[in-house]
């Protein structure tokens, strides 16, 4: 396959399947980990064969006239092949195999005399960035000065690749690139600008500064932003519209990026901004007016609403004026219109209700279109129009399906946006649920777009505390309780039904995570048959994980398995952790609505989450599955005696893990045991003791890493004194806990602790006072301490000024 991707004297669509071939062989993880590592000579040549590919480049008189159709001038038929395939190869192979082949070549193709081989390097640099990201940034500072370099190269087309190489380095070496580079990548992309020349380079170099500003903190950028603005400003105003769109969209990254630091600019940008919006109206323009109205919603978000209400009214009016005029399906004003008025409304909040009634209609149309699927046998001669960039081909067994992304990708944008509304507007969404619900909850199961069930799951909570707020506050006219309950009714089993269908894992922990808020709202109204369907579904997705976890397992048990796979296989099993975390939040809600009687469900679960317990688990498992137990004993009391025997072991040993979040839960959980465990928790107080002493006792308990677990364990130990007093020695124990106090990180149990001092003084409780009242002073010192750090606490939470 090899000696046929290298042979340049073939056709090139022979070369390009050869290619393809070993590529898909490097990508089938599943099925053969780590194998064409094992074959270096392999991985070069292909990496060699792809880097000839990208010299299949010429330096076409029409690239430079910068229209939007001759982006690709110049290009032959291996240029894109090679792009793709490094792209494909990084990520499936890894930076500790690329990077190695890549330094030789690279020094290579950019000491050559010829642009084509510089411009290479810089696209190879582009394209492996996503998958050797770690390796890369190691070699960051050779990495970026190989880049800056290009800046330089007589060549505009090498400028050009330079610049996108940081432009793509920004997206995935980021924020590292942007914190150590800043001093030399801003200046180097504010020249490129000045590039009159060349519009296709400034452009682009707009373009990277979207990229380097999204990965950036205010504090960074603040600096360049008179200059990079005033360049942005004279880019505007440049004829060509490339250059103009590009323009547009750093403005509105820049803003979007600086915030409350680009109220300074907002006088002299806004007008050009307003300007471009009303007067682009010809058809070659739609992209500019878009663009434009994406700027103004970013400026408008960052300056916030006081500096942008007047430019609002007028804007809106614009887009009123838009929103009634029949567009063309592939409009690109349709997709960016949605996305602005939903900005104006996070920026103007409940000002924006009046404007509802415009916005939704179309919106709602957007959120129902049906996915634009063509279905052909795989066989067939029939082509789906594969030419067409809109279209996507997988084949399925026998078929072969095509689908238009455009319509997939506005329809993600209308669920994102009627989120967004829900989300910002609260009970003036109510209006609205009666059309929304209905349209997003079937697409909970969209298996043909990721995006677009992420939408709808996030969508749920925000449906149902819209519906709550309102009947609470009195703004449902004629809906009472009754209609959150027929809400939620319609929501929590269709999200449960979704979640055991979902085949993405991070999906699964959206969707628990949305499932545990609808809860949080729904409380009560459960009823006991969907309290049992999450109950089962919750068990559903432990075995499903479990098995997943178990299939990677058994992954590392292959010949060809080695370190590189074992670090993707790491990042996999922390994907899980995260849907383990969720549900224990999710049992931690139910156990805090129904207490007691969710223990029956709870009964059927517990064979699950015991062995979470085990010492082959993860800390993050053990953590978790010790909360769970946490809310049982606090929330159900006596009815949680039961499992003490069962639990309470592993508390007391974890109260010493090496784990700082494990030791937290586990020590608060000895404190929640002592004050509702009663004679049952008596026998294990001295031990108790002992754990707790050994996590205040301990050198660096006041670590920050320590800190949270420290002030537990205080807390905990001011329960034992409080509530097992005759079963310890309370002249050794009570002026142990005086001298950790006060407490001051953790704010919750500092409450608990401090309140439980204060009644202690109040009824003069002669062990905390001592003989002759001799702790008194120690006491006095530590409200002082602790009023001076509320005082304190307070002064940060005013406005200055």
């Known amino acids: 396959m090899l000696q046929i991707a290298e042979a340049a004297q073939l056709e090139d669509g022979t070369r390009h399947l050869a290619v393809e071939f070993v590529i898909t062989l490097a990508e089938a993880r599943e099925r053969a980990p780590g194998m064409m590592r094992r074959l270096p000579q392999f991985v070069g040549r292909l990496f060699q064969v792809l880097m000839q590919m990208l010299l299949d480049v010429e330096d076409d008189p029409a690239w430079h006239t910068a229209e939007t159709e001759d982006e690709d001038a110049g290009e032959g038929n291996n240029y894109g092949v090679a792009q793709e395939c490094l792209d494909r190869l990084a990520i499936a192979i890894g930076g500790n195999a690329v990077v190695p082949i890549a330094s030789e070549l690279l020094p290579q193709y950019l000491s050559a005399p010829e642009w084509q081989k510089h411009h290479a390097a810089l696209i190879t640099l582009a394209q492996i960035a996503e998958g050797c990201a770690k390796v890369m940034l190691k070699n960051l500072e050779q990495v970026v000065s190989m880049i800056l370099n290009g800046f330089q190269h007589p060549h505009p087309r090498v400028r050009w690749a330079a610049i996108n190489a940081i432009g793509q380095l920004s997206t995935d070496l980021g924020p590292d690139l942007q914190v150590q580079y800043h001093q030399k990548v801003l200046p180097a992309l504010a020249n490129a600008m000045d590039d009159f020349q060349n519009p296709r380079v400034q452009a682009h170099a707009a373009s990277a500064i979207l990229n380097f500003s999204e990965n950036c903190t205010p504090e960074i950028l603040t600096p360049y932003l008179d200059g990079i603005v005033s360049k942005l400003l004279v880019l505007l105003q440049n004829g060509k519209q490339m250059v103009q769109e590009g323009a547009l969209t750093a403005l509105a990254s820049v803003a979007d990026s600086s915030q409350d630091h680009f109220k300074k600019y907002y006088d002299a940008v806004m007008p050009y901004l307003k300007a471009i919006l009303m007067n682009a109206t010809d058809k070659s323009n739609r992209m500019l007016r878009a663009k434009s109205m994406e700027c103004i919603s970013l400026v408008g978000m960052a300056v916030g609403k006081d500096k942008f209400r007047d430019d609002a009214k007028q804007v809106m009016e614009v887009l009123m004026a838009l929103q009634g005029t029949p567009m063309e ?60 960039d809109s279209i996507e081909t997988i084949t399925l067994g026998d078929k072969r399906i095509g689908i238009r992304t455009s319509v997939l990708e506005e329809k993600a944008t209308a669920c994102n946006m009627l989120c967004c509304y829900a989300d910002e507007l609260k009970e003036g969404f109510f209006p609205w649920i009666d059309q929304v619900a209905p349209t997003l909850v079937p697409l909970l199961k969209f298996y043909f777009h990721e995006e677009v069930r992420r939408a709808a799951v996030a969508a749920m909570p925000e449906l149902l505390r819209s519906a709550k707020l309102a009947v609470e506050k009195g703004q449902a006219p004629g809906r009472d309780e009754s209609y959150v309950k027929q809400l939620s009714d319609f929501i929590i089993p269709a999200l449960v039904e979704a979640l055991h269908k979902e085949p993405e894992t991070e999906m699964c922990s959206s969707m628990l995570d949305s499932l545990n808020e609808c809860m949080q709202l729904s409380g009560c109204l459960l009823d006991e048959n969907q309290v049992r369907a999450i109950s089962d579904e919750i068990k559903n997705v432990i075995i499903a994980s479990a098995t997943r976890k178990r299939d990677r397992s058994e992954r590392t048990k292959a010949e060809d398995f080695d370190a590189d796979e074992g670090e993707l296989l790491k990042e996999e099993n922390e994907q899980e952790e995260e849907v383990f975390d969720q549900v224990g939040e999710c049992l931690g809600t139910l156990i805090k609505t129904f207490k007691a009687s969710f223990l029956p469900f709870f009964d059927e679960l517990s064979v699950y989450v015991t062995p979470m317990l085990g010492k082959d688990k993860t800390a993050e498992e053990r953590r978790i599955a010790i909360c769970i137990f946490d809310d049982i004993a606090e929330q159900c009391r006596e009815s949680a005696l039961k499992y003490y025997d069962t639990y309470v072991p592993f508390l007391l040993e ?92 953790d704010k919750i149990e500092a409450k608990v602790v401090h309140d439980q001092l204060c009644s202690m003084v109040e009824r003069s409780d002669s062990q905390v006072l001592g003989p002759h009242s001799q702790y008194l002073p120690k006491i006095v010192s530590i409200f002082a301490e602790f009023c001076a750090m509320e005082r304190s606490l307070q002064q940060m939470k005013q406005p200055p000024g």
């Open 654 to 745: 974890a109260s010493n893990d090496d784990n700082s979040d494990v030791r937290q839960a586990a020590v608060y959980g000895l404190g929640v045991c002592a004050e509702f465990g009663g004679l049952t928790f008596r026998p294990l107080v001295g031990e108790a003791l002992s754990k707790l002493n050994n996590v205040i006792r301990h050198p660096e308990a006041q670590h920050a890493d320590n800190i949270m677990a420290y002030d537990n364990a205080v807390s905990a130990l001011g329960k034992i004194c409080q509530f097992h007093r005759d079963g310890i020695d309370a002249a050794q124990v009570i002026p142990a806990w005086l001298g950790c106090l006060p407490i001051k990180d």
């Open 329 to 388: 399906t592939d409009d690109p004003i349709t997709s960016y219109m949605l996305q602005a008025w939903a900005r104006l409304c996070k920026c103007l909040g409940q000002d924006f209700l009046p404007y509802m009634h415009v916005v939704m209609p179309p919106l709602l149309q957007s959120a129902q279109l049906k996915p634009d699927v063509t279905i052909t046998s795989a066989e067939s001669d029939d082509e789906i129009e594969s030419d067409d």
